[in-house]
């Protein structure tokens, strides 16, 4: 099987890294020049579009940022060919990006009829994840697809789970899954200010946060990089979490379900991308510190 990465950001380097260990003959897609060299020594084959990439794969993963661009990667536009267009009956595309739900059951409707088979699967495991092949996939495709992709999934996840059989269901729980991430970050963040405007050490913070009933890995890294001040390209930037709570806030305004904690969580990152669009999700941390004047350092 012939495998396919479209976006080779923080996320989809991991996958193009593992899917070419796993012995994997892949090709990539990505507009940043410096992303396609760094793919190309890794051995990967770049291409041009994504219906190139389409013509030369049997599975393609997209990890792209938001719906618009998995559809127009997947089912083309006025301006250029997806991957609808080139792959083979019997294909197989990886819809790993996060979007909303709507989106995936519209990329799944595109693509009636083409023979080709969407496994809507976000995933979970951020930048260590992906580069160590290790991400929790949250999948959703029929019984065939997911057993014809099982092979290339075990080579980027550590853990799969099936979801559901219908697009929009893996994306669904991801969005579920993200109010409660942001939720905990925000805590975290909040309770990193109040240390360090009481004047508590951060690596007393970090010691007791990390062997306390709290101490989960996604506490333990917020807390790591905040007390030695590590806001920029650790391979979470805000963008992308924020972006997974407006997703988890659409769906629960279109369901009627109040989202008491993820409405605020969304708001302290909407104030960090504000503040400081180039940082990662820990720069949260540091618009509550401007505010109170002290900062928890290690």
């Known amino acids: 099987m012939r ?31 410096a992303r ?8 990967g084959q770049p291409m041009e579009s994504a219906a190139e990439v389409g013509r ?17 990667v997947i089912l083309g536009d006025d301006a250029s060919a997806g991957l609808v267009s080139t792959m083979q009956s019997g294909g197989i595309v990886m819809l790993t990006a996060t979007i909303k739900a ?40 029929s019984d065939d697809a997911l057993e014809r992709a099982k092979r290339a999934m075990e080579a980027v996840g550590g853990t799969i789970h099936v979801v559901g059989s219908e697009a929009g269901m893996g994306q669904t729980v991801k969005a579920c899954l993200q109010s409660l991430i942001g939720a905990i970050f925000s805590a975290t963040f909040e309770a990193s200010a109040l240390a360090a405007k009481a004047g508590v050490s951060g690596q007393v913070i970090h010691d007791v946060f990390s062997t306390s009933s709290a101490g989960c890995g996604l506490v333990k890294t917020s807390l790591s990089n905040i007390i030695d001040r590590k806001f920029e390209g650790t391979g979470s930037h805000i963008n992308t979490m924020y972006k997974d709570l407006t997703i988890a806030m659409d769906l629960a305004r279109d369901l009627g379900v109040p989202l008491f904690t993820a409405a605020t969580a969304m708001q302290l990152f909407q104030a960090g991308k504000t503040k400081y669009p180039d ?12 505010i109170i004047g002290a900062e928890l350092n290690r």
């Open 102 to 141: 709507g989106e995936a059951r519209e990329i799944a409707a595109g693509l009636e009829g083409s023979g080709i088979d969407l496994i809507d699967s976000p995933v979970s495991g951020g930048f260590p994840g992906a580069q160590g092949g290790t991400l929790t996939l949250m999948a959703a495709g």
């Open 36 to 43: 396609v060299e760094a793919f190309k020594v890794l051995g």
């Open 3 to 33: 495998a396919g990465v479209i976006g080779l950001g923080d996320m989809g380097s991991g996958l193009a890294k593992n899917l070419i260990a796993a012995g994997f003959e892949t090709c990539g897609l990505d507009l940043s020049p």
């Open 279 to 290: 940082g990662d999700n820990w720069i949260v941390t540091k618009v509550m510190e401007d």
């Open 56 to 72: 030369n794969a049997d599975i393609v993963f997209v990890m792209v940022m938001n719906g618009d661009q998995a559809k127009q």
